[in-house]
């Protein structure tokens, strides 16, 4: 709710904090960009059996969400040439050359964080679901 009200470099509780010189918001959401979509795209595989390989699936898994967070960044740039003038605000890059690599990284990052933090509990869920050997 936080991010509808404000763009993304004006969120008042991100403002220099831990010292930052910029605004990063925006870093908590492209996290989020990778480890919620690890966790559906894990649902999905494993309950359809497209993949039966654990590292396989981690591979492809990362893959969707890396995928998911390229297309967000493309996107993004397709409106700031849209927009004109207004691309910085909406984009949040804060003057950052690095912005959407950073933004790309830290979606990896979530689906990495995800797939450790999350798998055994969740196989855990889909044995009492579907009592499958997930």
């Not at 936080?2 to 969120?11: C, Q, R």
Request: with cysteine; net charge negative.
């Amino acid at each position: 709710m936080v991010g509808g009200h404000y763009t993304y470099a004006e969120v008042p509780f991100f403002d220099g904090l831990f010292g930052a010189e910029r605004n990063n918001y925006d870093k908590v959401g492209h996290f989020f960009q990778g480890f919620v979509p690890a966790l559906l795209a894990r649902e999905i595989l494993i309950r359809k059996e497209i993949i039966n390989g654990d590292v396989w699936r981690n591979i492809i898994i990362v893959s969707i969400c890396l995928a998911f967070s390229a297309f967000y960044e493309l996107i993004e740039w397709w409106v700031a040439l849209a927009t004109g003038e207004d691309a910085e605000a909406f984009l949040g890059t804060q003057g950052y050359v690095w912005d959407t690599q950073s933004d790309m990284g830290l979606a990896l990052f979530g689906a990495i964080v995800s797939l450790v933090v999350l798998s055994v509990p969740h196989n855990r869920q889909l044995k009492s679901v579907i009592g499958q050997n997930a």
